[in-house]
């Protein structure tokens, strides 16, 4: 299977991308993995004709927006975030009116429709930089709650609103859980990706997005790590710790996200073949690109 990728791949001058929730065995059949910003500034640069992103559909969509004039296939188009439905223009639209001073932050777990409602959008690796650079005083965060109320508590001069969206996989990790796994593994260090509800996110000693988790992970000296995020990262740490004698450990109610899980070598090798699965510019692209620029640009300063 992995010689008939490979040889698809030049045929079809194809890239493959893949972030880390995906199947281990679909991220070694890629080019490129990482996380959603790595993934989205990445898409940028690409000058291939074909980009295919092994993810859920706003990052699809996003690679879109940024490059909009290459083929951008997804090996399995019904692979969505569900977070990234989690909020109404109706909600947006009545902060809007009443807030004076306000710029309406997006997550990329967005669709590209909720993103053209925005004024800027945002990664789990640069919230907290992005949101401290705008010039505005009131912020209204969509749609993850849990990630903004860590933004509002990393950035306390500005006034964020929530709204109650959360991702499904991240928001049921149970405190107890945790807990639990802790007095099991006293030395070991505890991660936990800011979509985690607010309790679990008190219990960790460091916060980030998956690659920032990663990172930490190959760094430290520590020889335990209780990972609060899904499973999926599993196959890059240990890639990375190799020989390092390093023990990751997940709660014991794995957390495995269902439709990034669905993106198999299988379906992989379909859509190279077929060159099915294709991702349409979304209507209103220029608006819903604008936020994702802006983005890249408050993120690099
Ligand atoms: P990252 O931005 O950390 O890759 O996370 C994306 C995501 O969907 C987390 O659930
Ligand atoms: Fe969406 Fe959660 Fe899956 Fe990330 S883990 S893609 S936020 S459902």
């Known amino acids: 299977m992995a010689r008939r990728i490979e040889k698809l791949k030049r045929e079809r001058d194809a890239v ?17 993995v990482g996380d959603s910003f790595y993934l989205a500034r990445l898409a940028k640069t690409l000058e291939c004709e074909t ?4 993810g859920v559909s706003f990052m699809a969509e996003s690679v879109k927006l940024l490059n909009p004039s290459r083929r ?7 692979a969505d975030c569900p977070m990234a439905h989690m909020v109404s223009r109706e ?29 800027v959008c945002v990664t789990s690796s640069n919230a907290v930089k992005v949101v401290r650079e705008l010039p ?5 965060f969509i749609p993850d709650a849990n990630l903004g109320r860590y933004v509002a508590e990393q950035v306390p001069e500005k006034n964020v609103i929530l709204n109650p969206g959360h991702c499904p996989i991240h928001d049921r990790i149970a405190l107890a859980e945790v807990r639990l796994l802790k007095a099991e593994h006293p030395a070991a260090e505890v991660l936990a990706h800011p979509e985690c509800g607010r309790e679990v996110l008190a219990e960790a000693d460091f916060i980030g997005s998956t690659k920032q988790i ?6 430290s ?6 990972v609060l995020t899904v499973v999926g990262v599993a196959a890059e740490i240990e890639r990375l710790t190799e020989g390092q004698g390093k023990r990751v450990i997940f709660p014991k109610t794995t957390p495995v996200c269902p439709d990034m899980d669905s993106i198999t ?23 819903a690109n604008a936020p994702l620029e802006r983005m890249l640009e408050l993120a690099a300063r």
Request: net charge negative.
């Open 51 to 54: 980009i295919v992103i092994c």
């Open 136 to 140: 505005e005083r009131n912020i209204l």
């Open 214 to 219: 990663i990172d930490r992970i190959v760094e």
């Open 72 to 78: 951008v296939l997804m090996p399995d188009p019904s």
């Open 221 to 226: 000296d520590a020889k335990e790590f209780i």
């Open 16 to 32: 493959v991308l893949a972030h880390y929730y995906v199947p281990a065995e679909t991220q070694a059949l890629a080019d490129y």
């Open 91 to 119: 909600d947006v639209d009545v902060v809007r009116e009443k807030t004076d001073d306000l710029a309406v932050v997006a997550y990329v777990n967005t669709t590209a429709e909720i993103k053209s409602w925005s004024d």
């Open 265 to 287: 070598p299988e379906k992989l090798l379909s859509c190279l073949e077929n060159l099915s699965g294709e991702v349409a510019l979304p209507a209103n692209s220029e608006q």
